[in-house]
């Protein structure tokens, strides 16, 4: 039996409560909305997620363990999505440029063009879902929490994503 004290539970305001349902069923309602409109394209917003940071990275290439970080995917779930993405001929993987030791994921002249093309169909969807919701200081202001939230999550001393 353990002799170790233990804090009373935290238990949520009511308001904190609403608060976080909103956000739960917002958020999975927001992610479902952008996943559909990106259909017309036939890929998933996960997918898209990872051209579109390939598409804004120098030399359109980033280290797949640095991208798994950056989508919050695990290493092996961003191998079987490149390797979709490879069948279509929107991205390669290369040895890593600096240390040869690593891979890259590098998108490819194709994949630029179907990423901007999809960007059109995604950036009308943010601003139709999410933007367009709500003042531009209500819009600052989710930035900033999620901003928050992000930091106080990755300097709790967690494992990235890739290491999972």
Known sequence: MSTAVTAPPRWLTPDQQEAW????????????????????????????????????APGRRLRMSGLADLVVQSRSRLTHTAA??????????????????????????????????????HIESVRRNIVDTMTPEQFTTLGVAMA???????AGGLPSCSEV
């Not at 390669?92 to 169909?121: F, I, N, P, W, Y």
């Open 148 to 154: 928050a939230m992000r930091d106080a999550i990755l």
């Open 21 to 56: 349902r909103a956000y739960l069923r917002g958020s999975r309602l927001l992610e479902a909305a952008l996943d559909r409109d990106l259909q017309s394209h036939g890929v998933q917003l996960s997918e898209y997620e990872i051209i579109s940071m390939l598409s804004e």
């Open 84 to 121: 979709r993405l490879e069948k279509r001929g929107w991205v390669r993987r290369e040895s890593c440029l600096e240390d040869r030791r690593g891979v890259e994921l590098v998108l490819t002249e194709l994949g630029q063009r179907s990423v901007e093309e999809m960007a059109l169909v």
